[in-house]
């Protein structure tokens, strides 16, 4: 049996000590960018989970730059956390979806901010191309820069029931295009998505586990208000999982992600005033506790279905 003082899965707070010798806070951002899925482009209204605010803070809507809103995010982590690295994570909506000069004035006012190490860009694997990833090999020579590409399912027909607007295989093209540049690359997926059993979930980790990636965030499908999500929960179309079923699900799916992979994220951050179901997603600390200790349990690891041994766990 695995050493149960030991992490069974790589954090990313290991990861940042490693990298940094010391810990690195994240600080959200919101650039007052859209997505392609909601201007026309590729759709309009979002994904069917997805509100207005698209996880934005409403930051730029009231006026702060960039630069601004960082200063003001490193004030308050340096005071609750005695915090002095940070990376500039550009959260809301589609971080890549803007003309390159726009986007290389707001990726060069962030990284222009003292003790910001790197910048973590979340976008949509249809809004790269070469030129800005050209642009962001250009700053990963000298900071650390994480894409973030939100995949969600390795199943089209889920794609396109939760009105994503792409393909698996376009997550694979995006990734590959970033892979071998400097770049660190980030999956996000869903556990829980309308329509998908544990043999489809399970079947988008094995997906991830085959491709250059060097991170994923695991998010709970929650329901928001005011989305097409909460009208097929309130018409009794849609049950959410349960904290034990979806504690279960992120084991499994550890198991088959290489071990060398960061887990950034194992759920999500409901809003509590936004959040419709499952309550028990606003419990967070305790999602977490359940999940570790299940992993002792069943002793689990990631990498583990690969054959990884637990000393290899983040190596």
């Known amino acids: 049996m695995a ?11 290991r990861y940042f000590r490693r990298r940094f010798g010391a810990r690195v806070h994240k600080i ?29 803070t409403g930051a ?44 290389k004035t707001m990726y060069e006012q962030a990284l222009a901010v003292p003790d ?16 800005v990833l050209d642009l962001l090999t250009h ?3 000298t900071r650390l820069v994480w894409v973030e590409y939100g995949l969600q399912s390795a199943h089209d027909a889920t794609l396109a029931l939760i009105h994503r607007g792409h393909t698996a295989s376009a997550f694979e093209q995006a990734v590959l295009a970033t892979a071998g540049r400097g770049i660190e690359i980030c999956a996000h997926i869903i556990l829980g998505l309308p329509g998908e059993n544990r043999q489809h979930m399970l079947a988008t980790a094995d997906f991830l586990a085959r491709l250059p990636i060097d991170g994923v965030k695991l998010h709970l499908l929650y329901v928001v208000r005011d989305t097409p999500m909460a009208q097929l929960y309130q018409s009794g179309s849609y049950q959410c999982l349960d904290q034990a079923a979806y504690a279960d699900l992120v084991c499994e799916v550890l198991e088959r992600l290489p071990a060398r992979m960061v887990i950034q994220r194992l759920t ?20 977490l506790s359940l999940i570790k200790q299940q992993m002792v349990q069943r002793d689990s690891w990631q990498g583990k279905a690969l054959g990884v041994p637990f000393a290899s766990v983040g190596k």
């Open 3 to 13: 050493d149960t003082t030991q992490q069974r899965y790589y954090e990313l707070n």
């Open 28 to 56: 959200s951002l919101d650039a007052g960018l859209t997505c392609p899925n909601r201007d026309g482009a590729r759709g309009y209204g979002g994904c069917i989970y997805c509100n207005a605010r698209g996880s934005g």
């Open 60 to 103: 730029h809507a009231r006026g702060l730059s960039v630069g601004a809103q960082l200063e003001a995010g490193k004030a308050a982590v340096a005071r609750r956390f005695k915090a002095k690295k940070f990376l500039a994570y550009f959260q809301s909506f589609s971080n890549t979806y803007a003309p390159i000069h726009h986007l």
């Open 116 to 131: 910001v190490v790197g910048m973590a860009i979340g976008t949509r694997p249809d809004c790269v191309d070469e030129q």
């Open 139 to 141: 700053y990963a020579r």
């Open 268 to 287: 999500g951050d409901p809003r509590p005033q936004e959040l419709l179901a499952p309550q028990w997603a606003l419990n967070k600390p305790q999602t």
